[in-house]
């Protein structure tokens, strides 16, 4: 970008005024069909390609899907995952260059019920969706996103496996692979009987109205789209780890695209991920231990895949999210991607600038040191950006925060996270000292019900919980670890003079709570 | 050439943006005949006035399309056929791709 005289003056001042006669930049004999970027057009020859051979390269480059391993493709319906999928396809076939060689499988969440759909839309949605899967031969699980409010608790414990060095094992597997496999190779249509029971648990299930309307409740209790968006999120991923987990997988494959990615770096940054950039952005993202989420799509630009789509016939099926038919400035990521994109149209590098910044970030300190595993956020399980000393910016934006609020609200110190073991922070904050203290003497009656929520997620969570007029709703599985998380600790705050160390994630104790 | 007075274009619609025209993918159109060739600055307008069903500003922003809808002429990226300054020709297809995360 600091480079933009040079580079973009030309190309401004004179719009591209070549004729439909233009010749494709890399045979130089079809005519072409796109641009891909300025100065470099292509045939649909060629860009077919140049597609496949990127989806393989990133494969290839990364290594970090094994041969035969179950690998799970999480397809939205939408442009970028139906790509992905329709590149897996092509890969498995048998003439395929470069033979992808594991096993996949498909998940589809079907979200209607944050769109108040029906449930004749919605079975409309999920038998379009499932003739889609179908004609791929792949197993597939289609699932309402009611079913997270069945989740266990342990989805958010992320499970830690003892690996070796990555790059020996992946030579391993290779071999191991070549050798066993030449008679019966991978093959997904082998497991038709495995798919056909699969199918069958699968059917649009039976959501019970009521779990369709407590979730509905929860979302209404959620002030604004960004706190909803982000919301959704973080339920959709419990939702497709623990959906791999049970079903075996040890792969996520997701079809997040650059310019996607572009978008939601930016986004981050303004919802205050900013210490969780660089996982949530990376071509793999191991947070969740033992399901390692990959990002295949990362290479390709919205506008090569939906080209590509459309090109070659690849089926999608339109699904309307919470964004669709919103203002622009209706939510921080919708006024984000309607910024990068239309800078794009002026700043054609816009997004690959964007995206090449994001692949030099880097976490600080990854710790796979088990016992003493830094704590991490009870929505996004990344590592917790708030434990930090007093003279960091997150403890100066609590004091300016609370500053600014004394003339309004004098119980906004009930905000500190030392003062909140008071009283639950679910407890809203507007109310006066009377109620917190009341409120602290029935939560000892009480019990469990409530905790201190927001000391257990991230900057970036807890601006989600506080956009919420209430967490009563949210799943069992996150109030019950909640719960759990806040009883452990308390119980290390108890003992905490009888420790030896001052470090007060000893293994001992982690074993006896 | 001038003879030809009308113009039949197909425009089709997809990745979302044919919920702003109530759903509908495929759209047959005859354009009314004017003394210029129509250029797909004119056809927006048109499509603006015509077609569109709700929330203009989702679809056309100023005189262009909306950033991140892609235009194909007759299958090729309009960004090789001159853009807004394309001169229509009679039986094109025109296709809008909006490839925003919603549609």
Same mark, same amino acid.
């Given at each position: ?222 002030? +604004? ?6 919301? &959704?999120?973080? #339920? ?6 623990? =959906? /791999?987990?049970? $079903? ?118 990854? +710790? ?6 830094? &704590?991490?956020? #009870? ?6 950006? =708030? /434990?930090?000393? $007093? ?123 | ?103």
């Amino acid at each position: 970008m600091c480079q933009v005289d040079e580079e973009y003056n030309g190309l401004l001042e004179s719009p591209v005024a070549s004729s439909a006669t233009k010749k494709c930049n890399k045979c130089k004999e079809t005519t072409a069909a796109l641009v891909l970027k300025p100065g470099e057009s292509l045939c649909r020859g060629c860009f077919k390609e140049h597609f496949v051979h990127k989806f393989r390269a990133m494969l290839g480059k990364n290594r970090i899907i094994f041969p035969g391993e179950k690998v799970l493709l999480a397809v939205s319906g939408g442009s970028s995952s139906c790509a992905m999928l329709n590149q897996v396809q092509e890969g498995l076939g048998q003439n395929a260059h470069k033979k992808l060689r594991f096993k996949p499988g498909i998940v589809y969440i079907d979200e209607g019920c944050l769109l108040g759909q029906s449930t004749e839309k919605r079975q409309k949605t999920m038998a379009q969706i499932n003739s889609l899967f179908k004609m791929t031969g792949f197993p597939h699980h289609i699932i309402p996103l009611e079913m997270v409010l069945n989740l266990p608790p342990s989805v958010l414990e992320p499970v830690h496996l003892a690996t070796d060095d990555p790059a020996g094992s992946y030579k391993e597997a290779v071999d191991h692979f070549m050798q066993s496999s030449p008679v019966h190779s991978v093959d997904p249509r082998v497991d038709r009987s495995e798919l056909s029971a699969l199918t069958d648990a699968t059917n649009p299930q039976l959501i019970a109205e009521a779990q369709t309307q407590t979730l509905q409740e929860l979302f209404s209790r959620v002030k +604004t789209l960004t706190a909803k968006e982000d919301l &959704l999120h973080t #339920l959709r991923r419990h939702l497709l780890v623990s =959906t /791999a987990r049970t $079903e075996g997988y040890s792969k996520l494959m997701l079809g997040e695209n650059c310019t996607r990615l572009a978008v939601k770096l930016l986004a981050n940054i303004a919802l205050g991920r900013g210490a969780q950039l660089a996982v949530d952005t990376a071509f793999c993202d191991p947070r969740y231990g033992d399901i390692v989420a990959v990002k295949p799509m990362r290479d390709y630009t919205a506008k090569e895949i939906s080209l590509y789509n459309y090109m070659w016939n690849v089926p999608y099926v339109f699904i309307p999210s919470l964004e669709t038919k919103t203002a622009d400035k209706s939510s921080i990521q919708r006024l984000t991607e309607s910024f990068v994109v239309k800078l794009q149209v002026d700043f054609p590098s816009t997004v690959s600038t964007i995206y090449r910044t994001g692949e030099k970030l880097q976490t600080a300190s990854v +710790t796979e040191d088990i016992e003493r595993a830094p &704590l991490k956020c #009870l929505f996004c399980m990344c590592t917790l950006d =708030t /434990a930090l000393g $007093e003279t960091s910016a997150f403890q100066a934006t609590l004091i300016s925060e609370q500053l600014s609020n004394v003339g309004t609200t004098p119980m906004q110190a009930s905000l500190r996270p030392d003062t909140q073991t008071k009283c639950g922070a679910p407890c809203d904050q507007q109310d006066g000292e009377e109620h917190c203290q009341a409120q602290a003497v029935c939560c000892s009656h009480k019990g469990g019900d409530s905790m201190n929520l927001e000391s257990l997620l991230c900057y970036s969570c807890q601006q989600t919980v506080k956009d919420m007029t209430s967490v009563e709703f949210l799943p069992q599985y996150i109030m019950s670890e909640a719960q759990r998380r806040n009883r452990r600790s308390q119980i290390r705050h108890e003992i905490s003079e009888f420790l030896l160390t001052e470090d007060g994630d000893s293994p001992s104790i982690k074993a006896d709570s | 050439l001038a003879a030809a007075a009308l113009w039949d274009v197909l425009g089709i619609l997809l990745g979302g943006a044919e919920l702003l025209f109530d759903g509908v993918k495929e759209h047959h159109v005859t354009l009314p005949s004017q003394s210029e060739p129509w250029n797909m600055k004119q056809l927006l307008v048109w499509i603006g006035q015509n077609l569109l069903k709700e929330r203009p500003e989702l679809f056309v922003q100023g005189d262009d399309v909306r950033p991140g809808i892609l235009v194909l002429i007759n299958d090729a990226d309009w960004e090789l056929m001159g853009q807004l300054d394309y001169e229509l020709q009679d039986k094109d297809n025109v296709v809008f791709i909006s490839t925003l995360h919603g549609g």
